[in-house]
């Protein structure tokens, strides 16, 4: 059974102050692991897919990058709209279903 | 580029009762997931449609049952409803079956079970 688990729960950061979530996962045979954005009572906004370790994607101050045991999501200089939980979910196997995380709240304060 | 929409946005209803959710998929995709979300944790799968048939389907009982539609839009509905079932239902799209690598998601119908 594919497990995803994320930390810290939550995070809080001072404007400008980077910092990185991260994102531990146990599968059998990855296809992709995926970060979304999803602010309060919203929808999941994704992203990036990663495929393989060694892989890094990059949108404005978010950097995720992949190894075999887990993803980091690098945040440079975070500004206070950046403020949502952020979901990671791996897909393995036969399929592309995602497994999800629990997610990490980020605050970011001004 | 038409994202995924979902209807309605907030739904009461009381134990026992019935619910369809609706989801219109993103401009050429054939997929859509169906997702619960409750609060403070990740969404949790509950099944696929695949080109007007079930292609996967976690974790919850057959009171939850779908539909998709040749135009790909599809519904989830949930009989018997259970106070339990409160929670952030999410509707995503993706296409070729699941096998894309992306699944996007809709802004999600908010049920309330009283």
């Known amino acids: 059974e594919d497990q995803v688990t994320q930390s810290p729960e939550a995070l809080r950061l001072q404007e400008g102050e980077s910092s990185s979530l991260n994102c531990s996962y146990t599968?059998?045979?990855?296809?992709?692991l995926f970060w979304y954005r999803q602010d309060p009572g919203k929808g999941p906004e994704f992203l990036f897919t990663?495929?393989?370790a060694g892989e890094e994607k990059e949108k404005e101050r978010l950097k995720a990058t992949l190894t075999k045991k887990e993803s980091f999501l690098h945040i440079t200089a975070p500004k206070p709209e950046d403020s949502a939980t952020y979901l990671c979910a791996v897909g393995s196997g036969g399929s592309y279903i995602p497994t999800f995380g629990r997610g990490t709240s980020l605050i970011v304060h001004p | 580029e038409t994202g995924v929409t979902q209807s309605p946005t907030h739904l009461i209803k009381t134990r026992g009762q019935q619910v369809t959710l609706r989801c219109s998929s993103q401009s050429g995709h054939n997929t859509v997931s169906w997702y619960q979300q409750a609060l403070g944790q990740g969404p949790q799968f509950i099944f696929q449609?695949?080109?007007?048939?079930?292609?996967g389907r976690g974790n919850f009982p057959p009171r939850f049952s779908g539909l998709q539609f040749p135009n790909y839009s599809s519904e989830l509905n949930v009989n018997a409803l259970e106070l339990d079932d409160s929670a952030l239902y999410l509707c995503a799209s993706s296409s070729s079956g699941g096998e894309s690598e992306t699944q996007y998601f809709g802004p999600g119908t908010r049920l309330l079970v009283l």
């Open positions: 990663l495929y393989s």
């Open positions: 599968v059998s045979g990855l296809r992709g």
């Open positions: 449609y695949y080109r007007e048939e079930e292609n």
